[in-house]
């Protein structure tokens, strides 16, 4: 909805919306805006490693309650 409001007679994702993003960032940001830019680009790039590692672990977990569960019931039918 707030999108709607500022720029509600471009469209939600017109090109001409993208051109006047990008003069806004380079007038606020100027000669700083490749360096702006990196920065962000490895924020995202540790934010991706990050939950690619929450992920990891997650698996780690279900895997081993899924063992624990197996070898548990494996357990019960040999005795």
Known sequence: MFDD??????????PFTYIILGAIAFLLFGNRLPSVMRSLGRSVVEFKKGVAGIEDELDDAVRTADEKATSKSGEKTEV
């Open 5 to 14: 409001m500022i720029f509600g007679f471009l469209g939600p994702s017109s």
